[in-house]
């Protein structure tokens, strides 16, 4: 609608409501458009655009161990993705994925030292307990501004990040330096008991079937629950939440927690499952990526587990191009090119853009 | 014959999904007032901004006192003298009259000497009867003097094409009759006005000629003298409309609804409600009549508990719900069909069995922490095959219905609720004439069940055919209370501008 009082070169007149097909459509020409971005790119500084891709393929997937380091890749970014989901169904933003994730590994990090002599049944369940609390307490401090007093979460959030990642920091550094560990910023060794089982000779470990599972859950709690019902009343419409009688604060902070809680779980795996110890910048940015992973599928939880393995194997052929001399900054280029083309094709789906090709501005 | 001031010709303009303009013609001669009649949806604000530049015809040509135009901007049409004046204003509130008007001009010409340009507006307004004052800012103005001022910077600009739309849905009886008075004055200078309306009285008031749109289409055009009620409404509608629905006496019972000093605030903390004392009783449409923004919204909300009491008492079946919460309330038998459909009645991106279950989702569609979705399923369908909806995909988002069988859907919801008490806010607000009518047919039969109905309207001929009572609201308060069988629609405007009721109250 052109009601506004200026007019500018584009503007954008509401569609009707999108196809089932476009759903699909969408996020697959979001791919291939961001594939087409990141070729030109490389065509440019003089690369052979298919012959990158096809290592990066063959090193994502073409080889049994690529393949398990996709999927081990990818088990942060599937819980990290349907934490931050449970968030963005709501329309709460939160950024601080990757603060949950590192304060889950603090929570989880804390319980593994605490019980080093304890049998796994006992050590794993707690460190679980322990990632998912700090994970999700850490994700009610911004949570609490933002439901009674309406401070925008996005930048609370993110700002969170920074003090979780220094506060892992001061403790690698410090009071949890392992002394036998020639001055690096790691923790000692965690206890067979505090390492998730992993499948056969490969790196695959249990935070895959928890991941899946979680995404299960969430899905029928979205969608089939009374809690995700008003998740999903919240976040469409606000007024209608309220006209219903939800209370929206208590919500947002239950929410947050949930979602915080998820997050910290990614951390927890990530440790006992791949690096056994807690060290200093043990996640490459899994909370950020996972924003992207979560866009992707629309929100969509078991959409996720498969995002979540793109996403693990763009990282992993990213490695394999590198030896080829192309900069793994490809691999960001490339997530980055998905985002925006995801979001723009939500725009495409929505509206309808029309060029204007006058310049008026009226004031009328 | 003279030279027309506008000639349209097939004008054609398509949304996604609905042929807004289908090959319209339309002309106006210097001195006429041209009424555009249609239903809602019928594409009348389709084509007038098409007019004033703001949309792009897909197909047409338009010419201005016989020159062919084709407007790039809205700049464009005002330069060749198309003035409108929109459904909603275009001013800036922190702003004078003074400014306001010159605001569109001013970009054009050096900076303006501000004592001449409210000297020139004072003229301008004194020579057409359109009072207000320039040195005013925007907000302290009611609904009416912005009107005038948005007349008055067409005018300004030097409009002799002037178009309102829909100029009356926001004035008091007396307010229309002194707006048809200055424009009829205007049309005697030379200018050519277009009044869009829906209200087939008004064009019998005022129009020299008028155009008949139906469905996108212009179905005729007629003179003054081959106008007749009847003919426009079948025109307008096209098939033959009956005027009255047969209201049956109803046996009032006890008190349901009863209100005692009630004060509450608006968005901006202000003062909105200031001392409402009324009851509704079973089986009564209690109409609430006043000018839009006296506090309406306002007493919608308090009632069903989305807006703070400040002082004063709410009885509902003799339990005090004030400030209760609006879950409580839901729970106590108050339904709520809410001003705003679309973000507050219903959510829009969700299908329709969601938005049937968003008032008993807790209780009747639950089962443990686990929705019912069969039930909410066999429901939904009950629901749109009794109150006749056309729905072809209950999953689909329910923003796809039109605005009929959105209404009709909220209405299904929270009559199905079985309410004491129903608070309906223009409840029939953007509706065509057939879905009006059936809006108005749920409401009666609810009455006829004993539920005690409050309805909210800014529709006086509604609020008539409707309620046993009227109260009227102005200012924050009931200003007085009337019968609708001894109403008179003067007094009622009085009491709309705030005079005092005279005389004794007939209860
Ligand atoms: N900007 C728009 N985008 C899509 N559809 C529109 C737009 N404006 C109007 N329409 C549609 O065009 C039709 C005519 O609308 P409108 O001209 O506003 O009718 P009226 O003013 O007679 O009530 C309606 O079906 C309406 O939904
Ligand atoms: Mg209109």
Redesign the pocket.
């Known amino acids: 609608?052109?009601t506004d009082n200026t007019r500018s070169l584009i503007s954008l007149?509401?569609k009707l409501s999108p196809s089932p097909v476009m759903n699909i459509l969408v996020p697959v020409i979001s791919v291939f458009l961001a594939l087409l971005t990141g070729a030109i790119f490389l065509a440019l500084t003089g690369k052979d655009p298919i012959q990158v891709y096809s290592v990066m393929f063959n090193g994502a997937f073409g080889t049994k161990y690529g393949l398990t380091e996709s999927i081990v890749k990818a088990i942060p970014l599937l819980l990290a993705g349907l934490g931050l989901a449970v968030a963005f169904r709501m329309q709460l933003w939160n950024i601080g994925g990757e603060g949950q994730i590192y304060m889950g590994a603090f929570g989880a990090t804390w319980l593994a030292l605490l019980l080093p002599d304890q049998p796994a049944w006992v050590v794993l369940p707690a460190m679980m307990l322990a990632g998912a609390a700090a994970g999700g307490l850490w994700a009610v401090i911004p949570a609490i501004p933002r439901a009674y007093l309406g401070v925008n979460e996005i930048i609370t959030t993110l700002m969170l990040n920074y003090v979780a990642i220094l506060w892992v920091d001061y403790l690698v550094y410090g009071p949890w330096k392992d002394p036998a560990g020639y001055n690096f910023p790691i923790t000692p060794s965690f206890s067979e008991s505090a390492i998730l089982p992993t499948f056969g000779d490969t790196r695959i470990h249990a935070g895959l079937l928890i991941g899946i599972v979680l995404a299960i859950i969430i899905y029928l709690i979205i969608f089939r629950t009374k809690f995700g019902y008003e998740i999903r009343v919240i976040g469409e419409s606000p007024g209608a939440a309220r006209y219903a009688g939800m209370n929206i604060s208590r919500k947002i902070i239950v929410v947050m927690l949930i979602s915080g809680a998820v997050c910290g779980l990614a951390g927890m795996a990530e440790l006992s499952g791949v690096t056994h110890r807690l060290q200093q910048g043990f996640s490459p940015g899994y909370g950020y990526t996972a924003i992207i992973v979560a866009w992707l599928t629309r929100l969509n939880p078991l959409g996720i587990i498969i995002a979540a393995l793109l996403f693990g194997g763009m990282q992993v052929g990213g490695f394999a191009v590198q030896m080829n001399g192309v900069p793994a900054a490809v691999v960001s280029m490339l997530q980055g090119g998905l985002l925006f083309f995801v979001l723009g094709g939500e725009i495409l789906m929505r509206y309808r853009v029309s060029i204007n090709s006058c310049r008026g501005d009226d004031k009328a | 014959m003279q030279e027309l001031l506008l000639k349209m010709k097939q004008i054609t303009k398509k949304?996604?999904?609905?042929l807004?303009n289908d090959n319209i013609k339309l002309s106006v001669k210097p001195g006429e007032i041209h009424m555009l009649l249609?239903?809602?949806?019928?594409?009348?604000?389709?084509?007038m901004?098409i007019l004033a530049g703001l949309?792009k015809p897909d197909i047409g040509e338009m010419y201005i006192k016989g020159s062919k135009v084709n407007f790039k901007s809205p700049r464009d049409a005002i330069n060749a003298g198309v003035g409108m004046v929109h459904q909603h204003f275009k001013l800036v509130d922190n702003f004078t009259v003074a400014e306001n008007i010159i605001l569109g001009s001013a970009g054009t010409k050096l900076k303006l000497n501000a004592a001449q340009a409210e000297q020139d507006i004072k003229l301008l307004a004194s020579k057409y009867g359109l009072a207000v004052d320039p040195a005013a800012k925007i907000w302290q103005l009611s609904v009416g003097e912005k009107q005038r001022v948005e007349i008055l910077k067409a005018l300004y600009k030097g409009s002799d094409l002037l178009i309102l739309?829909e100029p009356t849905a926001v004035l008091t009886p007396q307010e229309t009759r002194e707006l048809f008075q200055n424009l009829r004055q205007m049309a005697q200078d030379g200018r050519g006005i277009v009044v869009?309306t829906?209200k087939l009285q008004e064009v019998m008031d005022i129009a020299d000629r008028v155009t008949v749109?139906r469905a996108?289409k212009a179905v005729a055009t007629l003179n003054r003298d081959e106008i007749t009620e009847k003919d426009l409404a079948w025109l307008m509608v096209g098939r033959d409309v009956v005027f009255q629905q047969q209201k049956f006496a109803s046996q009032f019972g006890v008190k349901v609804l009863e209100l005692n000093e009630v004060q509450a605030m608006n968005d901006n903390s202000r003062p909105a409600l200031q001392g409402v004392t009324m009851d509704v009783k079973e089986g009564e449409i209690f109409g609430i009549a006043g000018v839009a923004g006296n506090g309406q919204r306002e007493l919608a909300e308090v009632i069903t508990g989305m807006r703070t009491c400040s002082s004063g008492s709410i009885y509902l079946d003799n339990k005090k719900i004030t400030n209760l919460s609006p879950q409580k309330i839901i729970r106590q038998g108050v339904s709520h069909v809410p001003e705003d459909r679309m973000g507050t009645g219903l959510i829009p991106k969700l299908g329709s069995v969601d938005n049937i279950m968003l008032k008993g989702y807790r209780n009747s569609y639950a089962r443990g922490p686990f929705l019912d979705y069969k039930k909410a399923s066999a429901d939904t369908d009950k629901l749109v095959s009794d109150f006749n909806i056309k729905l072809y995909d209950p999953s689909a988002p329910v923003s796809l219905l039109s605005g009929g069988n959105l209404q009709k859907l909220l209405l299904a919801r929270e009559m199905s609720l079985k309410p004491l008490l129903l608070v309906a806010v223009y409840p029939v607000r953007g509706l065509d004439v057939g879905a009006t009518e059936t809006v108005h047919r749920l409401l009666l039969e609810q009455r006829a069940r004993g539920t005690a109905i409050l309805l909210i309207s800014e529709d006086l001929d509604e609020i008539f055919k409707l309620s046993d009572r009227v109260g009227v609201i102005f200012e924050g308060q009931i200003n007085g209370i009337i019968n609708t069988e001894h109403a008179d629609l003067e007094e009622i405007g009085l009491l709309m501008m705030g005079a005092k009721q005279t005389g004794d109250m007939p209860q």
């Open positions: 609608m052109t007149e509401k | 949304f996604p999904g609905v807004a249609g239903e809602n949806g019928s594409g009348k604000s389709t084509l901004n949309y739309d869009i829906h749109l996108g």
